[in-house]
């Protein structure tokens, strides 16, 4: 098999989605499937389960300190050797492991054998996960997942730790910085959040028994419950409500006047065209 896309595109943040081919869709398809059925991805990964990133943060609302930790590049850090030792820890022969990574990676940069998993292709998440998993950073956030002393949940590259306990969350959180080092993940020290009474992720302010859509956010849903079609403002309202339900009710009034606004102008053109007919 010989990786390929079609073309990439830029997002905004500067990184690059390629577009892959139909072959290589169909077998990223094929190798996403039997990863699955060899490996049980562990249930803290919310990105391989039903809930997606409000359900990582929900499992935490009951503890009242809170950190993050943020995987800089991390698709650009799963390299072809990583992948390649990962498929092996679950049973792959060496020339498939490597047929596989060199199937879904692709060279990113003009410096020579720089491949890594692109944004894009099917597997990729599936490939990022399991290679994660069978890190020093994945082992440490195996012990932590299962002390009684941590609740540790993961959404792609962030990690969120909660207890009741300062102290605990500290080690914690400063033992897997150490991991992330030993497996050569930069850590996005930015976005990355020390023990705190509360945190954002997700653009979702987390504290003890609360979540709130930040404002900024809040903001951007305002302005798109204003100018988008009925069936997406509901989208946005049922998002917000699994998250906060008050914030959820401002954009249900601010949304029913805007609809009410609309019929109203509706009804005077009918009007007027009845008129001029």
Request: hydrophobic share 40%.
């Given at each position: 098999?010989?990786?390929?896309?079609?073309?990439?595109?830029?997002?905004?943040?500067?990184?690059?989605?390629?577009?892959?081919?139909?072959?290589?869709?169909?077998?990223?398809?094929?190798?996403?499937?039997?990863?699955?059925?060899?490996?049980?991805?562990?249930?803290?990964?919310?990105?391989?389960?039903?809930?997606?990133?409000?359900?990582?943060?929900?499992?935490?609302?009951?503890?009242?300190?809170?950190?993050?930790?943020?995987?800089?590049?991390?698709?650009?850090?799963?390299?072809?050797?990583?992948?390649?030792?990962?498929?092996?820890?679950?049973?792959?022969?060496?020339?498939?492991?490597?047929?596989?990574?060199?199937?879904?990676?692709?060279?990113?940069?003009?410096?020579?054998?720089?491949?890594?998993?692109?944004?894009?292709?099917?597997?990729?998440?599936?490939?990022?996960?399991?290679?994660?998993?069978?890190s020093a950073l994945g082992r440490r956030?195996?012990?932590?997942?299962r002390s009684n002393h941590t609740r540790?949940?993961?959404?792609?590259?962030?990690?969120?730790?909660?207890?009741?306990?300062?102290?605990?969350?500290?080690?914690?959180?400063?033992?897997?910085?150490?991991?992330?080092?030993?497996?050569?993940?930069?850590?996005?020290?930015?976005?990355?959040?020390?023990?705190?009474?509360?945190?954002?992720?997700?653009?979702?302010?987390?504290?003890?028994?609360?979540?709130?859509?930040?404002?900024?956010?809040?903001?951007?849903?305002?302005?798109?419950?204003?100018?988008?079609?009925?069936?997406?403002?509901?989208?946005?309202?049922?998002?917000?409500?699994?998250?906060?339900?008050?914030?959820?009710?401002?954009?249900?009034?601010?949304?029913?006047?805007?609809?009410?606004?609309?019929?109203?102008?509706?009804?005077?053109?009918?009007?007027?065209?009845?008129?001029?007919?």
């Amino acid at each position: 098999m010989l990786g390929s896309y079609v073309y990439k595109f830029p997002l905004r943040n500067g990184k690059h989605v390629f577009v892959p081919s139909l072959v290589s869709r169909t077998n990223g398809a094929d190798i996403h499937r039997e990863l699955l059925r060899r490996w049980r991805p562990p249930s803290y990964f919310y990105h391989l389960r039903n809930g997606g990133h409000l359900a990582a943060l929900k499992l935490h609302l009951p503890n009242r300190t809170f950190a993050m930790i943020d995987i800089g590049g991390f698709f650009d850090s799963i390299t072809r050797s990583k992948i390649h030792r990962a498929l092996r820890e679950i049973g792959f022969d060496h020339h498939e492991a490597w047929e596989i990574a060199c199937e879904s990676t692709v060279e990113k940069t003009r410096r020579a054998k720089d491949f890594s998993l692109p944004y894009g292709f099917v597997q990729s998440p599936v490939l990022a996960s399991l290679a994660l998993d069978n890190s020093a950073l994945g082992r440490r956030m195996k012990v932590l997942a299962r002390s009684n002393h941590t609740r540790l949940t993961n959404y792609v590259d962030d990690i969120i730790l909660s207890w009741v306990d300062v102290d605990a969350i500290e080690q914690s959180w400063l033992s897997l910085i150490s991991s992330a080092k030993l497996s050569r993940f930069e850590i996005n020290e930015t976005k990355s959040q020390p023990p705190s009474p509360k945190i954002t992720a997700f653009n979702v302010v987390l504290s003890n028994n609360a979540m709130a859509i930040t404002e900024d956010r809040l903001r951007e849903f305002e302005d798109a419950v204003l100018r988008e079609e009925p069936l997406a403002v509901a989208a946005i309202i049922a998002y917000v409500r699994s998250a906060n339900r008050s914030q959820a009710g401002l954009l249900a009034r601010l949304a029913s006047i805007s609809l009410n606004a609309t019929v109203r102008e509706l009804a005077t053109e009918l009007a007027q065209g009845s008129t001029a007919a």
